[in-house]
């Protein structure tokens, strides 16, 4: 904290930054299916409300966990790891419900990915607090 109070930023303020532009893309992608619906395949538009859902489900507890993880003194490579991932992660979900329908590598990843990276950022919160 002592950090921040000198001017020094937390990492997580990229990674919030880059979460908040692509949920703003995400809702945009949303409103697009819904006025042109009947232009897509009829299976976009559900894909595409799933993929926001998703997003606003797991992205803040992530960010939260990484903040949290970035205040109690992990490691700055561990913290950007963490929140490249994130990204990448999301990006990948996103890509893969939106292209493919049904079951797929990019959308599995993604998810799968996120609860992977949830859990560990909880266990290094549980560590750092224990420490």
């Excluded at 997580?12 to 299916?33: C, K, R």
């Excluded at 507890?61 to 490691?75: K, R, S």
């Excluded at 329908?101 to 990915?113: F, S």
Aim: charged share 10%; aromatic share 8%.
């Amino acid at each position: 904290m002592a950090d921040v109070a000198q001017g020094v930023m937390p990492a997580t303020l990229i990674y919030a930054g880059l979460m908040g532009l692509l949920s703003v893309l995400l809702a945009n992608h949303v409103l697009y299916a819904r006025l042109r619906g009947r232009s897509l395949p009829k299976w976009q538009p559900p894909a595409a409300e799933r993929v926001q859902a998703n997003f606003i489900e797991n992205v803040p507890l992530a960010l939260l966990l990484l903040f949290l993880v970035e205040l109690a003194g992990a490691p700055a490579m561990f913290v950007h790891a963490c929140g490249v991932s994130l990204v990448v992660l999301r990006l990948l979900h996103a890509w893969g419900l939106a292209r493919y329908e049904g079951a797929n590598y990019p959308r599995l990843i993604g998810a799968q990915g996120t609860f992977v990276l949830v859990s560990v950022l909880a266990m290094a919160c549980l560590g750092l607090a224990l420490a």
